[in-house]
């Protein structure tokens, strides 16, 4: 649950990870910490990637983070009917794979630099 | 003088050519894999020229050959089939004059020409026969065994190579253009990704024969797992990941019916091996394997892309060339390696073979059976460009070293190996050859 400007919503996060997380092949600019510390913050969190869902599920159990849910790039319209948000993003960065699919499952889109500097990433909104 | 592409009369492209001539009389003696990347990283040891020294100096190596004792060099010059430097992006220049260079600035860095590799191996300092097999490794062997065979080099090294560079794969060249030169625009399809002729073939496979796509699925998990026991592989090395049967479900379609998976990564990778008469190879390190023929198809489809019946008829004919010159029946191969990149025609290949007896339409049941490493039937147990990355060449790699009881954690154990076959990469269009733990 995000707190800032006296209003309390839901945001989901849906992250790729090639080229967008440090994980990522090619490393992206989001720290796995980026992720652990929306979790923390209650936001919905997960991937969308094009590598094995299998693959997916194994990185993030290698950095102990329990996601809500992993799925291929085609699959964010499902994400979206299965968790209730006032907000969803999907971290991308890919015009054609990210930026589209995204705006056609109707999330809201974000670069990896537009995702750093949204006010929820900063820790003064955080705590 | 520059290295010529080899003439069409050193491939055997016809029936009824009868036993190959030099039937068990070149032997491969050596292989040298260089590490694999996604993408190269800017530094000279990791361009494709470097990448290419490596593997050369490790089959010299694992050969067992005095450099001065190699004569020959076949290999491929162009490197990329989707790869390109961009218009406009300024040369690498500090990995070009890291080498000896040729009058091309990007050999070495986006394709490699055969003086290239001479101007940075002083070692090979007796090397009087040089020629390209273009496109795949497949063709460069059928070369090397060819000119072998015919006396041209007696000790030969043979090379394929691949680099990539950041960005997107098949966006630049020819793709970027808003023109293309010559004839291309008639005879080329436009606008679709490179596995949709492949896609189309699949689709009226499974329409003529009552399957479905998700049949696929034991074939690319047993692929993964396969390569995943392959050390020299890019998924062994950078991302141990199995592709399970709900992976392969959930994927994407690139061309509807072949998914993500039914598609090959590219890579940076070089392998080379060391070909030499059956009678050198008796004196040297490594347990010889014999080459019992070299086949070729050139068949031309009617139109831009082959329709079923027409990828049947050429595999069958191709197996007609690759049995009748080696003289064996496909109730000799040992396993099979033939090419999987896509993964959507492996059956067509082994197929057309009639691999286990397999008739036309049978694979996809076939492969709900056992196709392990371990089992009676191995299908790719190379792992394949699905397993390994793109290279075109574990297949032939994994023949080698079955053979010689040199594949690790990838040997075959549920039956013995004694020949083998591999090539591609297309079912219409390719270059095969069936590899023997003997001469005979
Ligand atoms: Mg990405």
């Known amino acids: ?127 | 003088m520059k290295t010529s592409p080899a003439p069409a009369s050193v491939y055997r492209a016809a029936e009824g050519l009868g036993l190959w001539e030099h039937r068990g009389k070149v032997a491969a003696v050596g292989v040298g894999h260089s590490p694999t990347f996604r993408r190269w990283d800017g530094t000279p040891a990791n361009s494709v020229g470097g990448i290419s020294l490596e593997a050369l100096r490790r089959a010299i190596d694992d050969a067992g050959v005095d450099p001065a004792d190699i004569d020959g060099l076949v290999m491929d010059p162009s490197t990329t089939t989707g790869a390109f430097w961009p218009k406009g992006k300024p040369l690498p220049w500090e990995a070009i004059n890291a080498y000896n260079r040729t009058d091309d600035p990007l050999d070495g860095i986006t394709g490699l020409s055969a003086e290239w590799i001479l101007a940075n191996m002083p070692q090979l300092n007796r090397i009087e026969f040089t020629t390209y097999g273009v496109g795949c490794m497949s063709n460069a062997i059928c070369v090397a065994a060819q000119a072998i065979g015919n006396g041209r080099a007696h000790t030969c090294l043979v090379l394929k190579s691949w680099h990539n560079l950041e960005g997107r794969y098949y966006q630049g060249g020819a793709n970027a253009g808003n023109a293309i030169p010559g004839s291309s625009a008639i005879r080329s399809l436009w606008g679709t990704p490179a596995c949709f002729g492949t896609a189309v073939q699949f689709a009226e496979y499974c329409r003529k024969y009552g399957k479905s796509h998700d049949m696929m699925a034991p074939f690319i998990e047993n692929s993964r797992k396969n390569g995943l026991k392959f050390p020299e592989g890019y998924w062994a090395q950078h991302r141990p990941e199995e592709i399970t049967p709900e992976d392969y479900e959930a994927a994407r379609w690139i061309a509807k019916p072949a998914n993500l998976f039914d598609n090959d990564m590219p890579i940076m990778v070089s392998a080379a091996y060391l070909f030499t008469t059956a009678e050198r190879a008796r004196h040297l390190k490594q347990k010889p394997v014999y080459i019992l023929n070299h086949a070729t198809s050139r068949t031309r489809p009617r139109s831009l892309t082959p329709t079923l019946d027409e990828v049947e008829e050429d595999t069958a004919r191709t197996a007609r060339k690759i049995y009748e010159g080696a003289g064996i029946t496909a109730d000799d191969l040992s396993f099979e390696n033939m090419y999987d990149g896509f993964a959507l025609f492996h059956q067509f290949h082994i197929e057309g073979l009639g691999y286990r007896g397999l008739k036309f339409g049978e694979a996809l049941d076939f492969y709900q059976t056992d196709i392990s490493i371990s089992g009676p039937n191995p299908v790719s147990p190379s792992g394949g460009n699905i397993g390994c990355g793109r290279s075109r060449f574990w297949m032939h790699t994994d023949c080698i070293q079955q053979l010689q009881h040199r594949a690790g954690a990838r040997q075959v154990t549920g039956v013995k190996p004694e020949i083998a076959v591999s090539g591609g990469p297309m079912p219409v269009g390719g270059n095969y050859m069936v590899w023997s733990a003997t001469p005979d």
């Open chain 1, 1 to 127: 649950m995000e707190r800032y400007a006296g209003l309390r919503r839901t945001i989901l996060i849906s992250f790729d990870i090639d080229g967008t997380l440090e994980e990522g092949d090619p490393p992206g600019i989001l720290a796995i910490d980026f992720v652990r510390e929306a979790q923390k913050d209650g936001f919905v969190v997960g991937s969308c990637s094009d590598r094995p869902i299998s693959a997916q599920r194994a990185m993030w159990e290698r950095h102990g983070i329990e996601v809500d849910f992993a799925v291929s790039k085609h699959m964010l319209a499902e994400v979206k009917s299965q968790f209730s948000a006032d907000v969803y993003y999907h971290i991308g960065d890919r015009e054609d794979l990210d930026k589209r699919v995204a705006e056609q499952a109707g999330f809201a889109f974000l670069w990896p630099h537009e995702a750093l500097a949204k006010p929820w990433h900063k820790a003064s909104f955080r705590r």
